[in-house]
């Protein structure tokens, strides 16, 4: 009898502590999470006029996705320039550089969504 109390009691601790390890472990990701999204939305509140306001929530200071909007915006940039850069290339006529430059503006943000999955 006791052997069988002792082997329960060892199953009900092992469950009690995978418990505790997923709980510990999901309130270390939502404090994370909180820690980054009270970084972002932090400064937004701070602010006193609509631009600022705007600023802050579009750059907010220490923010940690810098980096990535960063090289996003680079990688659209370059692809433009290359756009241009190929358009003046091979194009002559100044009305067809400035229709493919117009249709970069138009394509460029959709092409951007669909190259770099900013959902």
Same mark, same amino acid.
Request: a neutral charge.
């Given at each position: 009898m006791s052997k069988e109390r002792a082997r329960r009691r060892a199953e009900r601790e092992a469950a009690a *502590? /995978? !418990?505790r390890h997923?709980? !510990?472990r999901s309130r270390r990701r939502s404090e994370q999470r909180a820690a980054v999204? $009270?970084?972002?939305?932090q400064p937004v509140s701070a602010a006193r006029t609509r631009l600022g306001r705007w600023w802050r929530r579009r750059f907010p200071p220490n923010d940690p #996705? *810098? $980096?990535r909007r960063r090289r996003r915006f680079l990688v659209v940039l370059t692809l433009f #320039? /290359?756009?241009q850069a190929v358009a003046w290339f091979f194009i002559p006529s100044w009305w067809g550089r400035l229709g493919v430059l117009l249709v970069t503006f138009i394509v460029l943000p /959709? /092409?951007?969504v669909l190259l770099l999955d900013r959902r």
């Open positions: *502590a /995978a !418990e997923k709980r !510990e999204t $009270g970084t972002v939305a #996705l *810098a $980096g #320039l /290359a756009i /959709a /092409a951007s």
